[in-house]
């Protein structure tokens, strides 16, 4: 089953930041969170994922609470083709395995 | 980013015959590969780890005897979809993590751009 909770929906306007949150209350001290956003009828986009410090690139932030309970993806200057579902995801421990929850479909309006 | 490929992007086949897609790493060498199925307005679920050189692990409740996975180098995995039935009718998606000295925790996994199936 799936680590993470995610809410089912949001909707941002073009050109403000998207903050999308995470919930992983159980994860373990080495399990990675990941984020992957797919858009319809394509395979996962890799976004970005971290351990426990912050990270960027060139895409997204990612921030990881202290605790690293929960998390939050933030695209900056959100755009129409930001329009997806958004998966938060804790790769298991010790594989390359990524269980996939219902992650958050993103809608961004004009 | 590196590259996941997949053949075919779509495909329809006959009931009770048999269709293969592959996955393939086109710019790394990738010894794990996963075998993903989505159904429409559902999350991508895993179906099995492909492992170069070796028999596949099947998660709970997949058919081995029925979506059979070979994994014969390290560039190539290849599910095949036996004695199809309608209901096997499914986004097909693989990922696949580079092959690197680096720390395992830190790599990025790159998914296919992902195969239709429909069976009729």
């Known amino acids: 089953d799936a680590k993470t909770t995610q809410p089912p929906s949001m909707d941002c306007a073009e050109g403000r930041a998207a903050n999308l949150p995470c919930n992983h209350s159980?994860?373990?001290?080495?399990?990675?969170v990941y984020w992957y956003r797919q858009i319809h009828s394509q395979g996962p986009q890799y976004i970005i994922h971290g351990l426990k410090n912050n990270e960027t690139n060139e895409m997204a932030s990612l921030i990881i609470t202290e605790d690293r309970k929960s998390s939050t993806l933030i695209l900056p200057h959100a755009t129409l083709r930001d329009t997806a579902v958004y998966y938060c995801i804790v790769r298991v421990a010790d594989t390359d395995k990524l269980i996939f929850g219902t992650g958050t479909r993103l809608q961004v309006f004009p | 980013g590196a590259v996941v490929s997949q053949h075919p992007s779509w495909v329809i086949c006959k009931s009770g015959t048999s269709v293969k897609i592959e996955c393939r790493s086109l710019?790394?060498?990738?010894?794990?590969m996963f075998w993903y199925r989505q159904f429409p307005k559902q999350s991508l679920m895993l179906m099995a780890t492909?492992?170069?050189?070796?028999?596949?692990?099947?998660e709970q409740g997949v058919e081995k005897d029925k979506f059979l996975i070979n994994h014969a180098s390290l560039t190539l995995s290849t599910l095949t979809v036996t004695s199809a039935h309608p209901e096997d009718s499914s986004f097909y998606i693989c990922?696949?993590?580079?092959?690197?000295?680096?720390?395992?925790?830190?790599?990025?996994?790159?998914f296919g751009e992902g195969s239709w199936l429909t069976v009729v």
């Open positions: 710019d790394f060498q990738a010894t794990t």
């Open positions: 159980t994860i373990s001290g080495n399990e990675y």
């Open positions: 492909s492992n170069e050189g070796s028999k596949a692990t099947y």
């Open positions: 990922s696949a993590r580079v092959l690197s000295l680096l720390d395992r925790a830190g790599n990025t996994i790159y």
